[in-house]
């Protein structure tokens, strides 16, 4: 029920193609969905996030959808570039969770130029 | 300027030793929290604290005891360390407990080898 389960746990993408990362939860209390973006030897970072009263969120080359029916939703970024090579981690939360952001598994992604 | 920052960032100790790892948050934010990165680079929250106060207390050994002395500081204390805690622990904080409208701020993680 507190898993969010992430596929796939790694990806390789040609420079200018576009990279998908995917994300299912049981839970349907969750309604916050953050992506956040991890390079090596440093703390991961919030790429974008998501509520589900929407069904999709674009900032930049980067794009949340979001199925709520489906409770699946997903990571696209456009026009990969090799500085995008990183651990991408989905993340669900629910309000009054005092703080409990379950993370998903991680994926680590490589750009090639 | 850092705004959520830990010392060390390297830690090798050995077994049965006591170690502390240092955080502190310039941010303002209400809500501190210990992470733990296993190998496999798998993210899972320890603790919680709000406003000095113990939110979330997961599932972790007792040799394991956070202390807030004041909103701004959360530090993590680890007695009788064994191999298996080898890992790298982050510290966050956030202004909104669920992580909410601007998500959480991480540190740059300590690194923590047990031989």
């Known amino acids: 029920q507190q898993q969010v389960k992430q596929s796939p746990q790694s990806l390789i993408v040609q420079k200018g193609g576009i990279s998908i990362i995917n994300c299912a939860y049981e839970?349907?209390?969750?309604?916050?969905f953050p992506w956040y973006q991890q390079f090596p030897g440093k703390g991961p970072a919030l790429l974008i996030a998501?509520?589900?009263?929407?069904s999709e969120k674009k900032e930049g080359r980067f794009t949340i959808s979001f199925n709520k029916s489906a409770k699946q939703f997903s990571l696209h970024i456009m026009d990969s570039q090799p500085g995008d090579s990183a651990t991408y981690f989905c993340?669900?939360?629910?309000?009054?969770?005092?703080?409990?952001?379950?993370f998903g598994k991680g994926t680590k992604l490589s750009v090639k130029p | 300027d850092t705004a959520v920052s830990q010392t060390p960032k390297y830690l090798v100790t050995q077994m049965g030793n006591d170690k502390s790892i240092k955080c502190e948050q310039n941010?303002?934010?209400?809500?501190m929290y210990w992470y733990k990165q296993d190998s496999k680079k798998f993210l899972k929250i320890m603790f919680s604290?709000?406003?000095?106060?113990?939110?979330i207390n997961e599932t972790v050994p007792n040799r394991f005891s956070p202390k807030s002395p004041d909103k701004a500081h959360l530090n993590l204390h680890i007695n009788s360390l064994e191999l298996g805690d080898s890992a790298v622990y982050f510290c966050?904080?956030?202004?909104?407990?669920?992580?909410?409208?601007?998500?959480?701020?991480f540190g740059s993680g300590t690194r923590l080898t047990v031989v």
């Open positions: 966050a904080s956030s202004q909104d407990p669920s992580g909410g409208a601007y998500g959480y701020t």
């Open positions: 839970n349907t209390a969750f309604d916050y």
């Open positions: 998501i509520r589900p009263d929407v």
């Open positions: 993340a669900a939360s629910w309000r009054g969770s005092q703080g409990n952001l379950i």
């Open positions: 941010l303002g934010h209400d809500t």
């Open positions: 604290y709000n406003n000095k106060e113990l939110i």
